[in-house]
Every structure is written in C-alpha cells, then in structure tokens.
C-alpha cells in the first residue's frame, strides 16, 4: 500500500481522514475501474441528520460546481471548464496503455498528453448484446445491453440532477476502436479495499448521505452491476460512482424499492423538474427510445415512491440536506492532515 491509504489502514476506526483538495471544490481527479461481480448491499440512511458546517470548514462548496482534477503527480490539471476536459480526452494523444485490475471488461487505464498536459483516463469498448443471457440461478434478462456507451449517459444525467459524482465522461476512438473515455481519479481506492483494511468513514452519518444519493439514482438508470469495485473513495471520504456499463436496462420497474428510504432534498427536486424534452436530447447520442422511456417511467415510479414515503413519515423523515464542505487544510497530504478534524 502507498501514500495516504497507508496511513490509514492502521488508523483505528474513527479516525478522521482529511482530504487533499484544491481550493474552491474536492480536488481529486475521477476514474473508472470496472470490478469483480461481488454485490454490496444498498445502504440504508435512517435518521440522518442535517448537514453541518465542520468547525474548522471553510463556505460550503456546491455540490456541482468548482471541481478541479490531477495529473498523475497530483497537481491540479488546467481546465477552465469541463468543456475543456472533455475535449481534451477526446482529442490528447495516447502516450501509453495498461490494463487495470479487476472488472470483468477489461477496462484499460490509459496515459494522455496534449500541448503538455498529461492524465490518466479509462477507455472502455465492450459492446455486447443478447436477447436473453442467463445469470447465477438461473435468473434471464430481455434485452441484456453491457455498452461503454452508458458511461457517459450516466455522466451527463448526473450533472442535469445536479450529482457531481459520476467522473466526466465522452465518446472517443482508440486504436480503430470505438468506446467511451473518463478522466482517471488519482489517488483513490474502492471500497473493496476500504472493506479488507477495515476503514471507517470519518462521518457516518455524511457517508450514508452520499450511499443513500447513490442508492437513488441506480434506481433511476436500473444499474444492474453496483459492487465494491465501482464504488471509488478518495481521502476525503468523497464517493464516487464508475462503470455504469450495464445500467440504463429496458425494464420499467425500480430493481429494489427497499433501499430508497430517503432522499437528498435537492436531488429530488431536481428529479422532479427534469425537462424531459430536454434531457432526451442530451441523451439521444447514448440511448435508445426504449432506454429512453424506461428511464422516464423509472422517474415516475421513484417519485412516486418518495412522495408516498413523505405522506407516511412527513417531509423532514425523509428528505434531507447534504452540503460538502471544503476543509480549510486545502493543499496537505493525508499523511499531514490524519487524525485532524475537517
């Protein structure tokens, strides 16, 4: 093991880890690595409470706005805007190529550099479909769709409902390959990892917050394939959300209704005020009518069951408020900041 994660797999259980962030938003940079087909159980949220100011935070940063990503040497790249990112992982030149570890895609962990700049970044190209795939126990499924190109899907949907979490994502060619490419997250591990070295969160209660977010929006796309290996943590307890290559299914019923008990406050709003109009045109490039409309009757039915969780415990039992706050050691390792509060 390496850097900060070093520190923190002898750290007891409630240790505070402190993040590595540039100023004005979390700073670590976003990837995606596939993983083993092993199922984290959905958390569930009960009872969390409101967000707090950290005593030693600075402003809170929006939660979508002001996100800044590293090069392989951790130092902060220079995009004014994700525009900017985007076209650079479509266009930069590919320096170097490896395989990454885990997953059952063989994602490939590639090295870019334009004018330069150089990061890391994933490129996927699996694209397989069949009518009806047989999985553990027997279990069929109409319409079996595993496709790069629902990783940028799931990145542009993010960003309309106001998620940041899902790493920046666009389609490009490789080697006379067609696929899909997303910024590299530096310095990060999955929570595979987090589990075998029994880490803790520093903040149960704001780690739930964000498992209870992600719990939501897989709902929403029908991903079929969350687990340990795509749940990413970087060393600010920042969760993020990777390899959505078999989600955005053609059923039109939530998987599991039972871990959606809460919901962020503004994410539902923002469930609730999705153009519809606008949101298919933003994803015509990705998905088809069908996944288009199975994803709106999804909306529908998780609304759904949001409101009637609203009717049965009142509105404060189930929505709630998750701010990120941005610790004022902005700029210091995790080795520099562990055990200190945020």
Same mark, same amino acid.
């Given at each position: 093991?390496?850097?900060?994660?070093?520190?923190?797999?002898?750290?007891?259980?409630?240790?505070?880890?402190?993040?590595?962030?540039?100023?004005?938003?979390? =700073?670590?940079?976003?990837?995606?690595?596939?993983? =083993? =087909?092993?199922?984290?159980?959905?958390?569930?949220?009960?009872?969390?409470?409101?967000?707090?100011?950290?005593?030693?935070?600075?402003?809170?940063?929006?939660?979508? *706005?002001?996100?800044?990503?590293?090069?392989?040497?951790?130092?902060?790249?220079?995009?004014?805007?994700?525009?900017?990112?985007?076209?650079?992982?479509?266009?930069?030149?590919?320096?170097?190529?490896?395989?990454?570890?885990? /997953?059952?895609?063989?994602?490939? &962990?590639?090295?870019?550099?334009?004018? @330069?700049?150089?990061?890391?970044?994933? #490129?996927?190209?699996?694209?397989?479909?069949?009518?009806?795939?047989? !999985?553990?126990? @027997?279990?069929?499924?109409?319409?079996?769709?595993?496709?790069? +190109?629902?990783?940028?899907?799931?990145?542009?949907?993010?960003?309309?409902?106001?998620?940041?979490?899902?790493?920046?994502?666009?389609?490009?060619?490789?080697?006379?390959?067609?696929?899909?490419?997303?910024?590299?997250?530096?310095?990060?591990?999955?929570?595979?990892?987090?589990?075998?070295?029994?880490?803790?969160?520093?903040?149960?209660?704001?780690?739930?917050?964000?498992?209870?977010?992600?719990?939501?929006?897989?709902?929403?796309?029908?991903?079929?394939?969350?687990?340990?290996?795509?749940?990413?943590?970087?060393?600010?307890?920042?969760?993020?959300?990777?390899?959505?290559?078999?989600? #955005?299914?053609?059923?039109?019923?939530?998987?599991?209704?039972?871990?959606?008990?809460?919901?962020?406050?503004? $994410?539902?709003?923002?469930?609730?005020?999705?153009?519809?109009?606008?949101?298919?045109?933003? *994803?015509?490039?990705? $998905?088809?009518?069908?996944?288009?409309?199975?994803?709106?009757?999804?909306?529908?039915?998780?609304?759904?069951? +949001?409101? &009637?969780?609203?009717?049965?415990?009142?509105?404060?039992?189930?929505?709630?408020?998750?701010?990120? !706050?941005?610790?004022?050691?902005? /700029?210091?390792?995790?080795?520099?900041?562990?055990?200190?509060?945020?």
């Amino acid at each position: 093991m390496k850097g900060p994660w070093r520190v923190l797999a002898i750290l007891a259980a409630g240790v505070v880890v402190a993040a590595t962030l540039a100023a004005q938003a979390p =700073a670590p940079a976003a990837t995606a690595t596939s993983a =083993a =087909a092993e199922t984290t159980p959905a958390a569930t949220a009960p009872s969390l409470a409101p967000a707090t100011t950290p005593a030693n935070s600075s402003a809170p940063v929006p939660y979508a *706005l002001g996100r800044h990503w590293t090069d392989p040497q951790g130092k902060p790249l220079p995009f004014g805007s994700e525009a900017e990112l985007l076209d650079f992982l479509r266009t930069a030149k590919v320096l170097s190529v490896s395989r990454l570890g885990g /997953g059952i895609n063989f994602p490939k &962990k590639v090295l870019l550099e334009k004018d @330069g700049i150089q990061a890391n970044a994933v #490129f996927r190209d699996v694209n397989e479909e069949k009518n009806t795939p047989t !999985f553990g126990g @027997g279990r069929n499924e109409l319409f079996f769709k595993d496709s790069y +190109i629902f990783e940028p899907a799931a990145y542009e949907l993010g960003m309309m409902l106001g998620l940041d979490n899902v790493p920046p994502a666009t389609l490009r060619k490789y080697d006379r390959t067609n696929g899909s490419i997303q910024i590299f997250i530096e310095n990060a591990i999955n929570e595979r990892k987090e589990v075998e070295e029994h880490l803790k969160p520093p903040d149960d209660q704001e780690w739930k917050k964000q498992v209870q977010m992600m719990n939501v929006f897989d709902a929403l796309i029908c991903n079929v394939d969350r687990n340990r290996g795509n749940i990413i943590i970087t060393p600010d307890w920042r969760l993020w959300m990777i390899d959505h290559s078999r989600a #955005f299914r053609r059923n039109t019923d939530l998987q599991s209704q039972s871990p959606i008990n809460q919901c962020e406050r503004s $994410l539902y709003t923002k469930l609730k005020a999705l153009d519809e109009k606008e949101a298919r045109k933003r *994803l015509k490039d990705y $998905l088809t009518t069908f996944e288009l409309d199975a994803l709106f009757t999804r909306r529908k039915l998780l609304l759904e069951r +949001i409101d &009637k969780l609203i009717a049965e415990k009142g509105e404060n039992q189930v929505l709630y408020d998750f701010v990120w !706050f941005a610790p004022k050691n902005v /700029g210091k390792s995790a080795e520099e900041t562990a055990g200190k509060p945020q």
